[in-house]
């Protein structure tokens, strides 16, 4: 059974940074794409960004490229989201979830979740 665990969510003034992670456990990512979700209060859960693992290809949503950038590392089996120029509309609480499909945007078709980190941007 895998578990995925996020990290690095904090209070931060708009114009920062922060860097998320999310580590894997009882099963490694090969195989996978991992993504980004965000739901802030009151709103659905929307994606942000995903990796596939395999190949590191990486898909954005349009209102975090250029600010954001997802990566990962083999050795420590964990994906990060580095988030830069943060903004207040930013603030959520941010899932990674795994999935089998690349490119994959919808919620719906990852299977296992993180419990979230939250992100607080101050203006």
């Known amino acids: 059974q895998v578990q995925l665990v996020e990290s690095g969510g904090g209070l931060v003034q708009a114009g920062g940074s922060l860097r998320l992670s999310c580590a894997a456990s009882?099963?490694?990512?090969?195989?996978?794409?991992v993504g980004w979700f965000r739901q802030a209060p009151g709103k659905e859960r929307e994606f942000v960004a995903s990796i596939t693992w395999n190949s590191g290809s990486r898909y954005y949503a349009d209102f975090v490229k250029g600010r954001f950038t997802i990566s990962r590392d083999y050795a420590k089996n964990t994906v990060y989201l580095q988030m830069n120029s943060l903004k207040p509309e930013d603030t959520a609480v941010y899932y990674c979830a795994k999935t089998t499909r690349p490119w994959e945007t919808r919620a719906g078709q990852y299977d296992y979740w993180g419990q979230g980190t939250q992100v607080t941007v101050s203006s």
């Open positions: 009882g099963q490694t990512f090969t195989n996978y794409a």
